[in-house]
């Protein structure tokens, strides 16, 4: 392209965008199709709209095409749609050697730990530094948590804890670990670091502001004798007003993650269907020797961690090793995207490229959200200083 006088566009394409980006003339070639142009270019003035005839005329007169596209159309344009405009060849070098980095990385070594397991389940949390939703979290672990067995909370406190939180953890009895967050660690490797320590049979790890409901374990339990301890289980994740927030995750038309049904009402009935898939998000259980079989979170995949371990172990055993559980239920109290590393897609994408190609998208449809009754969990369970 970067040889070319002239780019035609006659279907959907990202084509348009690398020809202005390479200073091309771009003629939108008026034919008869079924696919609609995803927008129109020349609705930004910065391509021609033609019909065969006429661009072959136009071809015949040696018409001076980038005499008819105004620069500053083309660079208003850009600036709206592209997040760099300036050095862009060595922005795309710098991508490619990260992408040849990431191809050669191996997956990681198994995790050595001597701790006994004398207790059923490990709960790792990594707190966010809200001090209302890191209290809502710990009251709803302390009551939806009793008579499945044992356990204990291993907190991953915020890098910049507020007062009040530390006031909070400081209150806290019971089989609980807090652990500082070390300079330079992410949240991941602060959670292997976790598992190392953990004396549950089973870890779970849960993503920041996420309450779970009653019953959780119960339903994890259950899920734990019917799929096998080589497995990893997922839970329902709804916002506060019902909507579906988490219920396996598929790749969109772009092959990239997104959340299945997400904004759906909770009671959406596929959503209501226990299944498996290739990867699951925000929370995950999983037996403690297999996780560190795994090698645990690849902490540079960052905020694609969770689904990174997914297909890993997915593509290790050969078979369906994620499962979603709909009825193991959980409340996110804010949403936790957070902000976008481009950094953690590159080698996330790279290394899970040849489990994603198999990953279906299921068949979608909008219907009339729900209101959830949920209150706020209360009771002695810290009041008292349990937990």
Known sequence: MSLSDLCLLVQPST??????????????????????????????????????????????????????????????????????????????????????????????????????????????????????????????????????????????EPEDMPKKISEILDSLKGDVLRLAREPGMSSFEMMNHASQKASGKTLLFLGKDLLPLPNWLYHLKKGIAQYGKDKILGAKIMDQRGSLVHAGMVLDKNHFPVSAYKHLASDFPPALKGRSFKMLDHFICIHRDFFHELGGFREKTGKFAFMDICLRADYRKKRDTCFYMPDAGMISLKDNTGPFNPDDSICFLENGRGCCGRIKRPFMRRTRSQKLNWTRPHGPGYQNGQL
Do not use: C
């Open 15 to 156: 084509t348009g965008l690398e020809a202005l980006a390479l200073g091309k003339p771009l003629v939108h070639l008026d034919v008869r199709m079924r696919d609609k142009l995803p927008y129109s270019f020349t609705e930004f003035k910065v391509a021609v709209k033609m019909t065969p005839a006429e661009l072959g005329e136009a071809l015949s007169q040696h018409t001076d095409f980038s005499t008819i596209i105004h620069p500053e159309d083309v660079k208003a344009y850009l600036q709206a749609e592209l997040s760099e405009t300036d050095a862009a060849i060595d922005s795309v070098i710098n991508i490619s050697e990260k992408l040849i980095q990431a191809s050669r990385e191996k997956d990681p070594k198994p995790i050595q730990t001597a701790v006994t397991t004398d207790k059923d389940w490990s709960m790792v949390v990594s707190l966010s530094n809200g001090p209302e939703n890191v209290l809502a979290q710990l009251e709803a672990l302390a009551l939806n948590s009793e008579n499945e067995g044992t356990f204990e909370v291993i907190l991953i």
